[in-house]
């Protein structure tokens, strides 16, 4: 069974342009391919959500 992303793939990709990298993600519609990030740009995309997330908890308080 296939694993559900937490995160939408439309905010993956905009973190990815905000880190210069979103012209890497292959895009079919609404399918994203990221086989072709490197492991440190996966690094990043991740690193960016996580920092989201925090300025979004932030906001709440």
Same mark, same amino acid.
């Given at each position: 069974m296939a @694993? @559900?992303?937490i995160v939408s793939d #439309?905010?993956?990709y905009e973190i990815a342009k905000e880190l210069g990298f979103?012209?890497?993600i292959? @895009?079919?519609g609404d399918s994203y391919d990221y086989c072709?990030?490197?492991t440190r #740009?996966?690094?990043l995309l991740?690193?960016?959500l996580i920092e989201k997330a925090e300025q979004?908890?932030?906001n709440q308080k």
């Open positions: @694993r @559900r992303s #439309e905010v993956k979103a012209d890497r292959q @895009r079919y072709n990030l490197t #740009e996966a690094g991740v690193r960016g979004l908890m932030a």
